[in-house]
Each structure stands twice: as C-alpha cells, then as structure tokens.
C-alpha cells in the first residue's frame, strides 16, 4: 500500500469516482495501470469489483491516504495541510480561528507546531537562504534577458500606438522613416563601368564608403533604442516618474550619456543617485531634529504633527491673501469670511460667494496634501490655485502639450484645445502660462 497525498481537504476539489461519480473521501483507490488521466475508484466501487473500459479490476492499484506523519508523530499529513490552508485564510497569528477551522487542534497546538516546524526549522531557513543567493547570484552583474515574441504586434500607421513607438514595426524590426532616410539617393546614380578612369572609380568607391558609414551610424543609433528600451515612450515615462523631481531633472541631463554606457549601467548609476538623493534628504531632516533640539523618535513625530499644522494654517493665511486682491466690493469680501468661517468649524456654508456680475467665484484651490505638488515651481502652484486643477492633471496635461510641440515644432490654441478635452478657458490659461514661461512656442 502506498501512502500519497491527498488533492486537498474539501472534497470538492478532488477528482470524482469513476464508478460512482461520488466526490472521493479518503482513502481512495488509484489505478496503477490506467492512465492518463489517472483512474480514480472509491472504496464501495472497488469492493464490487468495478471494470470499465481497460480497466480490470485485477489491476495493481495504490491506495491514496494522507492519513500518516510528516513533520511530526501526532500531526498527519491531513493535518498539515490544513494548518497551512487554515493559517492562509486566518491570517499568521490568528491561531484560535485557525484552531476553529482545523476542528482538531487547540490554539497552544497550531502556535506551537507552526512555529516548530515553518518559522524556526533550520532545515527550511537554510534551504530558502541557499535558493535566494543562487538566485542573486545568477542576475546580479547580468542585463534582463531579451525574448523576441511569437507574434509581435502589427500597429496600424499613424495610429496612437505607431506615433507612441515613434514608427517602429516590430514585425520587421525597422522604422517606417529611418535615421538618414534618404542616404540611399546617394547611390541612385552611380554605375560602375569597366571604362571608368581611376579617379572616377575612386570617387564612385568613396562615395559607397560614406554609404556604409550611414548605415553603420543607422545600426548604432537602432542598437542603443532596443538596449536601453526607447521605443515605447510612454512606459519610459512612467519608470522615469518613479523617481523625485531632482532625480527626474538629472535623468534628463545625463540620457545623452546613456549611449557611451551600457543600459544597466546607465540605470546603476541612476539608480545610486536616486539612493544618494534620498539619504541626504534623511541626513537633513535629522539635522532639522538636532537643531531644534530633539533627541528621539518620539519627540520627533510631535515635531513633524505640529511642522504640518504651521504650514496649513499659513497655506491658509497665503490664500486668505490671495483671494481678498481679486474681491473688490466689501459685501462679497463679508460673505466669503462667513463661508471660511462656516467651513473651519465644520458646518454647510451659509452664505454662497457672490460678486458685482452676480456669477459665484471659487476661492483658489487648496494643494495642500495633493499628489504631484511636491514636481510644481511657484508659478506653477499659484497657476493650479487660480484655474483649480490639481498638481498631476496639470503635470500631464503640460506633458501632451510639450510633446505635440515638438513634434509640430510649434503649438496653436486650437490644437491644444483639441489633445486637453477641459474647460476652454482653462486650456487658455494652461497654454499662455506655457507660452510666457517658454516652456512651448506658438506655430
């Protein structure tokens, strides 16, 4: 008789019986000789000597139990099984529901047992050790491999896909307009004769010299795309905001150095400033504790609470500010104190907002909290305040505008009313802000 585990212990999750289509309890019977898929009988058909098909009932068989220890004496199998399965419903540490579900265990039993045998096993810790620094092993010094797939896909021209992959067919791995595309016309015209003289040979062979250097320079610049990941812009977008806004401006700066390095060099070192930068910005809020005079964790968590709370009340004081400049008349000024005041202590404002032109104005937008803001200038914070856009639509809504600029080598009203699908007058102000700034030039 053989001893196998078992599938699991709800039934359901067994194969049936063949003879009796009966969810299989243990022990069952398995067909040694049948197979695949392997014949599965319970006890009462085996006993009746049950044959279908091939199968005969002289046939060797194994009798499947998890009914035997593994790890220790008085746990079986079954029992093992179920302590994981309880545990990973329960939750580690939950172990008097995971004694409830076991039905078989007290709550000291599971503690102990799991412990003993899962946490503390030194058997099993250095096993997991050993894989884990095989593992390293093998992928620290090595780039991810590169599998080419079964069936690239085939972007249609022009489509958002192509203009995201800058043209490039995966299919045939080229680009619909090449570095240097029109190298080729050089050579359209030239045919070498046998009655050529030798300065005409000499400039004809030198002009196929200059040919190969372009497509030497066409492969290099193909090579240093497919290394470092460039075709897709979007996603190198988004693994580059991974990173703080200081990191992001020197990736910008050192990306022209990305083709005298390797890829995983170039992210090494990236990478190593991205750690540099956080360190330094630890190293400066502990010197902020010290100076102001703290000694331990505890002290400093009250500082950084009452810290938040300063900054919120001048953000307030700042916006308070800002809003009394645009309020002319001395009623609306009245009414929008009442409101702030009606909101601060937490009831619904009594008064709306109201100005001469009898249309209600919204006080600026308050950043505070708000992702994204962290990436903003001044000017750039006090534009979302006024037009009431938060920091990360601003921040993508800045991206397509830069990116269509220059792709177009310019940028009208129009069309940057067309990519930001907001408010007109919000896409104005958007698009002078940029326009005064720099940032894009109009077309």
Same mark, same amino acid.
């Given at each position: ?12 999750d ?5 003879? =009796? ?5 243990e ?11 392997p014949?599965?009988?319970?006890l009462?058909c ?8 091939k199968?005969?009932s002289?046939h ?12 220790d ?10 302590l994981?399965?309880?545990?990973m419903?329960?939750?580690f ?8 579900q076991?039905?078989?265990k007290?709550?000291e ?16 810790a250095?096993?997991?050790?050993n894989?884990?620094?095989a ?5 620290a010094d090595t ?13 249609t ?30 050579l359209?015209?030239i045919?070498?004769?046998e009655?050529d003289?030798?300065i005409l ?12 250097s ?15 990941g460039?075709?897709n812009?979007?996603?190198?977008q988004?693994?580059?905001r ?26 090494k070192?990236?990478e190593?400033?991205a ?14 504790y ?10 400093a968590?009250?500082y950084?609470h ?8 001048r953000l307030?004081r ?14 609306a000024?009245?009414?929008?104190l ?6 601060d ?12 032109s ?10 505070t ?5 962290e990436?903003?200038n001044e ?6 305040q006024?037009?009431?856009l ?5 921040l993508?809504?800045k991206?397509a505008?830069?990116?269509e =600029? ?16 907001i ?20 077309a």
């Open positions: 008789m053989d001893r196998l585990g078992s599938f699991s212990n709800d039934p359901s067994k194969p049936p019986c063949r003879g =009796c289509s009966s969810y299989l309890m022990p069952y019977i398995k067909c040694a000789e049948c197979g695949p898929p014949f599965f009988l319970c009462q085996f006993t009746r000597g049950f044959e279908y098909k199968h005969q002289d060797t068989y194994e009798i499947m139990t998890s009914d035997f220890p593994v790890l004496p008085s746990w079986t199998a079954q029992e093992e099984m179920a994981l399965e309880a545990v419903d329960c939750g540490g939950n172990w008097q529901d995971v004694a409830n076991m039905c078989t007290t709550k039993e599971c503690e102990k047992h799991y412990m003993k045998h899962f946490i503390n096993n030194p058997l099993f250095s096993t997991l050790l894989l884990k620094q593992e390293e092993a093998k992928t780039a991810i491999p590169f599998h080419s797939a079964d069936d690239p896909p085939r972007p021209f022009d489509s958002l896909l192509s203009r995201d992959m800058a043209g490039y067919m995966p299919a045939r791995a080229d680009f619909i307009e090449e570095f240097d595309n029109y190298a080729e016309w050089d359209r015209d045919d070498f004769v009655d003289s030798d040979h000499a400039l004809k062979m030198a002009v196929v010299d200059i040919y190969h372009r497509l030497k320079e066409r492969q290099r610049r193909k090579k240093i795309i497919r290394d470092h460039l075709i812009l979007r996603k190198f988004l693994m580059e991974r990173y703080p806004k200081e990191v992001q401006d020197l990736y910008e700066t050192m990306r022209r150095f990305a083709r005298i390095v390797g890829p995983v060099e170039h992210d070192f990236i190593s400033h750690l540099e930068f956080e360190l330094r910005r630890e190293i400066k809020r502990l010197q902020e010290r100076t102001a005079g703290i000694t331990n964790f505890c002290s968590r009250t950084d009452l810290k938040k709370t300063r900054e919120e009340e307030k700042t916006m308070l500010s800002e809003v009394l400049q645009y309020i002319q008349d001395s009623s000024c009245q009414q929008w009442r409101r702030q005041a009606d909101i202590s937490g009831l619904s404002p009594s008064v709306p907002m109201a100005s001469n009898g249309r209600r104005s919204a006080p600026p937008l308050n950043l909290g708000l992702p994204g803001t990436k903003l000017k750039e914070k006090e534009l979302c006024m037009v009431r938060v920091p990360g639509a601003y993508e809504y991206s505008l830069l990116n =600029c220059n792709k177009q080598g310019g940028l009208r009203l129009a069309q940057a009313r067309a990519l930001i699908k408010d007109v007058n919000k896409t104005r102000k958007i698009y002078d802000f940029l326009i005064r700034e720099g940032h894009i030039t109009k």
